[in-house]
């Protein structure tokens, strides 16, 4: 095989770096699924990526592996994004906010309690969300009332084919209900590499009208929380719903929410008058797809090692030794018995490998 000059030298620079062959994936996805990957690159800069992606620009980028089914070995190459770095680019005290910049490789929720320390508000109600930071602007993440789009004001990202770097405004993102340009017309083609946050650093906004979160501060005695309190109810909530990966494996929420017009939804409504729902706007109402697979009696369904979470009927999980074929089969079985009941069409939430 021949390299072109600069592929030699990033060959050479690829050597120093952790290259793997033939690795299992297991430790890499929360799900816990046994696959191979063909070819493991790890990077911990951008200049090690910048020369891992001229080598291998078809390979898949993997962050923290939380929002990944893995149905087969993987052939194509793997490029694990394990940058690390906080910092605080600009503060400005006649701004409302703080600007904090962290690298594309740092653990989510390692950067919350970041923000939590500092007293810088915003994220808190992101807290407890598995997976890397790059990975949170892809599906725009969100919980509890707040999505990443409310917090980000910019990200970098290299092209993965010219190597050039990019910053996306917010607007540019264009974010959506868990999209962004980086799963539509953008997807594969750019690789996040820093993402920078506005967050407040006095006189808080805080958002505890979603969910369990006022019951909890009430429980707790708390009346004017902070974003720390704040912060611990949601996980408190969270650890009583949902599986620490490393214990069960799972993705976390496996399916979206749907969003349905508001004329089908009053169709619904005539014959489930105590189906829950969220208006999104003047024309549409999100229906909670916990709710719908709960109701056709499948929160706590088990084939195999696949099952439906106990407690969480939105998580799919491996128990034990299920495939990523097992849970993909299962995902498709509670998409069946939810559209034969309600003619809704739940989109899987996690993406298939």
């Not at 598995?130 to 009332?145: E, P």
Request: include cysteine; proline fraction near 3%; hydrophobic fraction near 35%.
């Amino acid at each position: 095989m021949i390299f072109r000059k600069t592929n030699y030298l990033c060959l050479i620079n690829l050597i120093k770096m952790n290259v793997q062959k033939n690795i299992s994936l297991k430790p890499y996805n929360t799900f816990g699924i046994e696959a191979l990957a063909s070819t493991f690159i790890e990077v911990k800069s951008e200049q090690e990526l910048q020369e891992a992606l001229s080598l291998f620009p078809e390979a898949y980028i993997w962050g923290g592996g939380s929002n990944i089914l893995i149905t087969k070995d993987i052939e194509r190459p793997i490029i694990k994004i394990s940058t690390k770095g906080i910092s605080v680019s600009k503060e400005n005290k006649n701004d409302k906010f703080v600007y904090v910049t962290a690298q594309a490789g740092e653990n989510w929720n390692d950067f919350v309690q970041f923000c939590l320390k500092n007293n810088y508000g915003g994220a808190e109600n992101l807290s407890l969300i598995y997976g890397n930071v790059g990975a949170t602007l892809v599906q725009n993440i969100g919980a509890y009332g707040v999505e990443i789009k409310d917090i980000m004001t910019e990200c970098k990202a290299i092209h993965k084919e010219n190597l050039t770097t990019h910053t996306f405004t917010n607007a540019e993102c264009k974010f959506g209900y868990r999209e962004s340009i980086f799963k539509n017309e953008a997807k594969d083609k750019y690789v996040i590499t820093s993402v920078t946050f506005a967050l407040s650093y006095e006189k808080h906004t805080l958002q505890i009208n979603y969910g369990d979160i006022q019951k909890v501060l009430e429980q707790e005695e708390i009346k004017n929380p902070t974003i720390q309190q704040v912060s611990q109810a949601i996980i408190q909530i969270r650890q009583s719903k949902l599986p620490n990966p490393q214990e069960l494996g799972n993705s976390g929420s496996f399916f979206k929410n749907p969003i349905v017009s508001k004329e089908f939804f009053s169709t619904l409504q005539e014959k489930y008058p105590q189906m829950p729902y969220y208006e999104v706007s003047p024309s549409q109402v999100k229906i909670p797809a916990g709710y719908l697979i709960d109701s056709c009696g499948l929160k706590g369904y088990r084939k195999g090692d696949a099952g439906v979470h106990s407690k969480q009927a939105l998580v799919l999980v491996n128990y034990a030794n299920a495939s990523g074929k097992d849970i993909y089969e299962l995902a498709l079985y509670v998409q069946k018995v939810i559209f034969d009941k309600y003619a809704i069409q739940l989109d899987m939430e996690v993406n298939i490998l």
